[in-house]
């Protein structure tokens, strides 16, 4: 089945220690996005991806990064992490923005910082 | 500027009909969504409704739309223990899709 695969599902790391989280899909779609939620909180975009076209959010920190090397991947790095930057991950895909379809969302990362 | 708002929680009885309400800030959205989440899975698509319709029907799911006070619902009808979820509103605002906080919806024997 065509899906959105969020790897790991737990992902704990130390303060301060940069951590990796990633994210592939096999819809073969053009746009890529990272939301940020925590818990009893609305997700919040943190950046997309328009096939290789970076698009950042105004206010997500700059302890945040995302690469996508190729259409199926992509990944989300935080280089500092804080206590504060604990919450769930969750990558998404669209065919396209701004149609009706709505995301294609994974299952999300959860992020423990000790 | 943009903001989705619904309320935090919704108790309702087994078998009964749930609604939970929506209002969001941006008119010039398209698309608005109803979005569901089960515990530690992501968000699921349920249904949604392009701005120029006032309602949408899908099996149990009702959406109603009032554009005019920017407002937008969702009924399930007959709800079912598996229904016992996070629901989230959310418009399509400068091609992005904006979320509300959710409803966590909840069934009572």
Known sequence: ?????????????????????????????NVMYWYQQKSSQAPKLLFHYYDKDFNNEADTPDNFQSRRPNTSFC???????GLGDAAMYLCAT??????GEGYTFGSGTRLTVV | G?????????????????VINC????????????????????LQLLTYIFSN???KQDQRLTVLLNKKDKHLS????????GDSAIY?????????IIFGSGTRLSIRP
């Open chain 1, 1 to 29: 089945d065509a899906m959105v695969i969020q790897n790991p599902r737990y992902q704990v790391t130390q303060f301060g220690k940069p951590v990796t989280l990633s994210c592939s899909q096999t819809l073969n779609h």
């Open chain 2, 23 to 42: 209002t969001y800030t941006d008119s010039s959205s398209t698309y608005l969504y109803w979005y569901k989440q089960e515990p530690g899975a992501g």
């Open chain 2, 74 to 81: 969702l009924r399930i009808a007959d709800t079912q223990t």
């Open chain 2, 53 to 55: 319709m006032d309602m």
């Open chain 1, 94 to 99: 669209s065919r396209e923005m701004g149609q």
């Open chain 2, 88 to 96: 989230f509103c959310a418009e399509n605002s400068a091609s992005k």
């Open chain 2, 2 to 18: 943009e903001d989705v708002e619904q309320s935090l929680f919704l108790s309702v009885r087994e078998g009964d009909s749930s």
């Open chain 1, 75 to 81: 990944f989300l790095d935080i280089r500092s992490p």
